[in-house]
Structure formats: C-alpha cells, structure tokens
C-alpha cells in the first residue's frame, strides 16, 4: 500500500464514506460494503484530493471533463478546474442520459468521463453513449471509487482514485451470512 493510497483511504473513513452492513447497491446487487459518495462530494478536502489523482493522471491528454447527473457534476467540476478545462454534464431525461441546457461538445473533442463509485460501469457507459452522440471521442473515465469486481471495457483508459476488493452478489447468490442482515437501499437510480 503506497502512502497515497493510504491518505485517501483515510481521507474516506475520516468522511464517513465506507459503510458496513447488507446494502443493496444501485446496480440491483448486494454487497456488505457501500461507499457514502455523499460524504466525499460534502467534504472538500477527500473529494480534492481524490479529484488530484483523476487530473494529474489524465494531464495533457483531454479537452473537456464530462460527469453524470448527480454526484459526478461535482466531479466533474473540480477534474475540469484542476486540470483547466472546461466541464459539461450529462443528465437523465425519459431514462436516456443526454447533454442539456445549450451544452455542446466540439466535434471529435477528447473527453474524460468521470464518476463516484464504479460498480457495474452502467452510468459510466450511459454517459459515454451521450457525448459519443454530441460529437465527442471519450478519451478516459475517472472514478473516484473503483469497486468492480471485473474488469470493464469502456473503450478507453480507466483511472480509480482508490480501488477496493468489495464483492457484490446478485439477488441468487447472496451469502447466508449476509442474507441474515437487514437491507439498507442507498443510492439514487430507482
């Protein structure tokens, strides 16, 4: 473990941001671990930071930062002053995710995507489908938190701020152990 990684980690428990019981992740999983985005996105000095690793990484290699409604507009803001750039959002409407409000993207412009917390990878592509329509090449994806358990191909560099071991089990494979557990359902797609 570098000592980065164990600033940030510690930055996350000072937060509050790891949880610990039997969640019901956004994705429709299960997992015993959840990660509070919101305790990162309301603290500024976990979320800077965590947004230092995402801009250094990516230094050079794009134009404009993207983010999903909602916590990745926050992210996207702090990659896209960090590194200079300008930043744009991608929000949900009639269940598609599209850019809004006069945005635009100039055609075959680099863009990185980033996100809170990468479990399936579901927003991340969703949002990578929006700016490919506006006219943009997806350049990189940044994620604050990488909890996937696989390895997922978004066509383009992934970076993770922090990456965790936290398994997740679909709703037939959840462990007796964990079964045992009261759900808690955090998140915000329904």
Same mark, same amino acid.
């Given at each position: 473990m570098t000592n980065n990684r164990e600033m940030l980690e510690q930055l996350l428990q000072d937060s509050g941001a790891i949880l610990?019981?039997?969640f019901k992740l956004t994705s429709g999983r299960h997992s015993n671990i959840y990660f509070e985005k919101f305790r990162v996105l309301e603290n500024p000095k976990a979320l800077s930071a965590l947004c230092t690793e995402i801009a250094e990484h990516f230094a050079g290699q794009v134009d404009i930062v993207a983010g999903p409604t909602t916590g990745g507009i926050i992210?996207?803001? &702090?990659?896209?002053r960090q590194m200079g750039l300008s930043a744009i959002y991608v929000e949900s409407v009639d269940g598609m995710?599209?850019?809004? !409000?006069? *945005?635009?993207?100039? &055609?075959? *412009? !680099?863009?990185?995507i980033v996100d809170d917390v990468l479990t399936t990878g579901l927003s991340v592509q969703e949002t990578a489908q929006a700016i490919t329509l506006a006219g943009?090449?997806?350049?990189?994806?940044?994620?604050?938190?990488? !909890? *996937?358990?696989n390895d997922i191909d978004f066509g383009a560099p992934l970076f993770a701020s922090y990456k965790v071991e936290a398994e997740s089990w679909a709703e037939h494979e959840i462990p007796d152990w964990l079964r045992d557990i009261e759900i808690t359902k955090p998140g915000t797609r329904s």
């Open positions: 610990k019981g039997h992210i996207a803001f &702090e990659v896209a995710k599209m850019i809004r !409000r006069n *945005a635009s993207i100039p &055609e075959g *412009a !680099r863009v990185l943009g090449k997806i350049a990189g994806v940044g994620v604050l938190i990488d !909890r *996937a358990t």
